[in-house]
């Protein structure tokens, strides 16, 4: 959350939580003689003089957690955001780090940070949330007031800007390679300027780095149109085994100069909605990777069918396979399982990471089985189209034969019968 917006808040929680001090405070010493707002029926004026129940409405209502400790880190209160976080029990803060920050709160005045909560509290795994506490005391109570904590989710928005920061990093280092080698390239071109064999060498190397940042490039591009840059296109039908006759023939050509076979074993039929250039792209991205982590003469199958709705397009190759602590972060973008080959496969690391993407806008999903020494099995999942309703059949009598077919013999029936009359 923005500073400006912390302050904002803070500013207004103070205020709210300062007409509930009288009450908290007799709640805590008699809670006898603590007798809770009166509930008013929607529609019904609230008296404008009680500003506690106006107070607790507002904090109630706030989508922000609130939690008001007292000097002894007793809970005086909590909002419904707070205890949906389940950091209360009771009047007791179930978080440490949480308390921590009281502390220092109550020391300094205020106090900004971040705070993990563990996943058994939350029930939806780990969250990091921001918390922002300030000290609610004046004259002589300094150091002995209320402290009011103000937490808000921040798990997600610190992912982003962690993705955002190694995205910036990943893309300068990756930029960074191939424009160093073509730098270092074209110089030493120059000094090889008699040399005409070394020339060809030195140029047939930079169109590699030339074309290996071109595909950097146009990859960023995607990546960056199918993370919502651009408006996904409108869903058709696709035929299946158009897409993979046209990413098979994308990668034949690396596959042959490899020796390597491609073999497609296909369930006729399949037909999915979605954007046929993205599954292409994905399919043929699958092929590549393939095609690149396979040794030489050895066989890819694709294959594809129908399950549970879905449409299958499975890539399995005999490669080197993955270990098992890098399969869960092979579709990470700039990732590899092996950086040491990184230059010699000439890859992006970004394939794979587009793979996932289209899988995820057309509603699909995208997995990865494999085993070292023994290959790996990329499964791309498609929702497939709804089958077209067909015009329904006419009615048919017991025999099969159409009512339609029965009155027109009915008809013919009659008119021989008229002409042998008239005969």
Do not use: C
């Not at 990943?170 to 300027?193: F, S, Y």
């Not at 498609?382 to 009615?395: C, G, H, S, T």
């Amino acid at each position: 959350m923005h500073p400006l917006l912390w302050l904002a808040l803070g500013l207004l929680v103070g205020g709210a939580v300062a007409a509930l001090i009288t009450r908290a405070r007799v709640r805590a010493t008699a809670p006898d003689a603590y007798e809770p707002a009166p509930a008013y029926l929607p529609g019904t004026p609230t008296p404008v003089d009680d500003e506690p129940v106006l107070a607790r409405r507002l904090l109630d209502l706030m989508d922000p957690a609130v939690v008001l400790l007292d000097l002894y880190d007793s809970v005086l209160l909590a909002n419904p955001s707070a205890r949906a976080l389940g950091i209360v029990r009771g009047t007791r803060l179930l978080v440490p780090g949480l308390v921590s920050v009281a502390h220092e709160v109550r020391k300094n005045g205020s106090r900004r940070a971040d705070v993990p909560l563990p996943g058994d509290l939350v029930g939806t795994g780990p969250r990091l949330v921001g918390v922002h506490g300030v000290r609610l005391d004046s004259g002589d109570a300094v150091g002995r007031g209320p402290v009011a904590l103000v937490l808000q989710d921040v798990t997600e928005a610190r992912r982003v800007e962690a993705v955002r920061r190694d995205f910036v990093a990943n893309v300068g280092h990756e930029l960074k390679t191939p424009v160093g080698a073509l730098a270092l390239l074209a110089e030493a071109t120059q000094g090889a300027a008699d040399d005409p064999e070394t020339v060809q060498r030195f140029a047939a190397r930079m169109t590699h780095e030339a074309d290996r940042l071109s595909r950097l490039v146009r990859e960023l591009i995607d990546l960056s149109r199918l993370q919502g840059a651009e408006p996904m296109p409108e869903l058709v039908p696709v035929e299946v085994s158009a897409v993979v006759a046209e990413a098979v023939d994308r990668t034949r050509l690396a596959a042959v100069a490899k020796g390597i076979e491609l073999a497609v074993g296909e369930q006729p039929d399949l037909v999915v909605l979605g954007v046929e250039a993205q599954l292409t792209t994905a399919v043929t991205n699958l092929l590549a990777n393939a095609v690149t982590y396979s040794p030489e003469a050895t066989r890819i199958a694709v294959g594809t069918r129908a399950r549970s709705g879905f449409a299958e397009v499975a890539v399995t190759d005999s490669g080197i396979g993955i270990p098992r602590a890098d399969r869960a972060r092979v579709f990470e973008r700039f990732y590899r399982v092996d950086q040491s080959r990184a230059s010699t496969t000439g890859g992006t690391g970004l394939g794979l990471a587009i793979v996932k993407h289209v899988a995820t806008n057309h509603g699909g999903s995208v997995s990865v089985w494999s085993e070292e020494g023994l290959g790996s099995t990329f499964t791309l999942r498609i929702p497939l189209a709804p089958a077209p309703v067909e015009p329904a059949d006419p009615p048919t009598d017991s025999a099969g034969i159409t009512r339609d077919r029965v009155d027109a013999l009915r008809a013919a029936v009659t008119e021989v019968d008229v002409q042998r009359g008239r005969s």
